[in-house]
C-alpha cells in the first residue's frame, strides 16, 4: 500500500469490482483512451494487474481516505508488445469522472514515482495515450515527463482512422 495526504493505493479487492467497472463502462471517461469495458472486460483487466504482481508491478486501486470511495486505478505494468515501449516501465492512471480536476491523479502518480524509484530497477517509467488526450498529456507534463515524439506511433489495437490510433509515447528518468 502507498499512503498520500488524501489517498490509500492499494491492490484491488473483489468489493472494488463495481466501482471498476462504471469507470470504464462511462463513455465519458473512455473517449480518449478506448471502447468502454463490459463487465467481462473489467474483469479481465483487473485480473491481468493482478497477474503483473508476481513481478512486482500491477495497478492500485486509488481509496479516498475521506470515504473510502474507490475513485481510479493507477500504477505500473509492463509496456505493451508490439510497441515502441515494449518490456518498459509504463504507467498508466485512470479517475472516474465525478473526480476529475481534483489533483487526484497527480497526487496518485508522484506517489506511484515515488514508490517506483525506490523499488524498481528501471531507469526510466513511460506513459502513453492518444494524441488527442490532451488532458493525460498534460498531467504528463506536469510530472515531470518529457514528449518523445522519435518514439510515438499508430497503436495496432485501433484501426487506421480511428482517432485514438495516433499515440504518443512520454517518459521519466530516475532521478539522480
Same mark, same amino acid.
Given at each position: 500500500?502507498?499512503?498520500? *495526504?488524501?489517498?490509500?493505493?492499494?491492490? =484491488?479487492?473483489?468489493?472494488?469490482?463495481? +466501482?471498476?467497472? @462504471? !469507470?470504464? &463502462?462511462?463513455?465519458?471517461?473512455?473517449?480518449?483512451?478506448?471502447?468502454?469495458?463490459?463487465?467481462?472486460?473489467?474483469?479481465?483487466?483487473?485480473?491481468?494487474?493482478?497477474?503483473?504482481?508476481?513481478?512486482?508491478?500491477?495497478?492500485?486501486?486509488?481509496?479516498?481516505?475521506?470515504?473510502?470511495?474507490?475513485?481510479?486505478?493507477?500504477?505500473?505494468?509492463?509496456?505493451?508488445?508490439?510497441?515502441?515501449?515494449?518490456?518498459?516501465?509504463? *504507467?498508466?492512471?485512470?479517475?472516474?469522472? =465525478?473526480?476529475?480536476?481534483?489533483?487526484? +491523479?497527480?497526487? @496518485? !502518480?508522484? &506517489?506511484?514515482?515515488?514508490?517506483?524509484?525506490?523499488?524498481?530497477?528501471?531507469?526510466?517509467?513511460?506513459?502513453?495515450?492518444?494524441?488527442?488526450?490532451?488532458?493525460?498529456?498534460?498531467?504528463?507534463?506536469?510530472?515531470?515527463?518529457?514528449?518523445?515524439?522519435?518514439?510515438?506511433?499508430?497503436?495496432?489495437?485501433?484501426?487506421?482512422?480511428?482517432?485514438?490510433?495516433?499515440?504518443?509515447?512520454?517518459?521519466?528518468?530516475?532521478?539522480?
Amino acid at each position: 500500500m502507498i499512503d498520500t *495526504a488524501r489517498l490509500i493505493l492499494r491492490p =484491488p479487492v473483489a468489493a472494488d469490482r463495481a +466501482a471498476l467497472h @462504471a !469507470m470504464w &463502462a462511462d463513455p465519458l471517461m473512455m473517449a480518449d483512451l478506448g471502447p468502454v469495458k463490459t463487465a467481462a472486460d473489467s474483469d479481465e483487466a483487473i485480473a491481468r494487474h493482478d497477474g503483473y504482481r508476481a513481478a512486482g508491478l500491477g495497478f492500485w486501486v486509488l481509496e479516498r481516505r475521506a470515504d473510502a470511495a474507490m475513485i481510479g486505478f493507477c500504477g505500473f505494468k509492463p509496456g505493451g508488445e508490439q510497441t515502441p515501449i515494449e518490456g518498459e516501465l509504463e *504507467a498508466g492512471w485512470t479517475v472516474a469522472r =465525478p473526480h476529475w480536476r481534483q489533483g487526484y +491523479a497527480e497526487e @496518485a !502518480m508522484r &506517489a506511484a514515482l515515488t514508490w517506483a524509484w525506490a523499488n524498481r530497477p528501471e531507469p526510466r517509467a513511460v506513459a502513453i495515450t492518444a494524441a488527442r488526450n490532451a488532458k493525460s498529456r498534460a498531467l504528463m507534463a506536469r510530472l515531470g515527463m518529457a514528449h518523445c515524439p522519435e518514439r510515438d506511433f499508430d497503436h495496432f489495437r485501433f484501426a487506421a482512422g480511428d482517432p485514438l490510433r495516433a499515440t504518443v509515447v512520454y517518459a521519466i528518468g530516475r532521478p539522480a
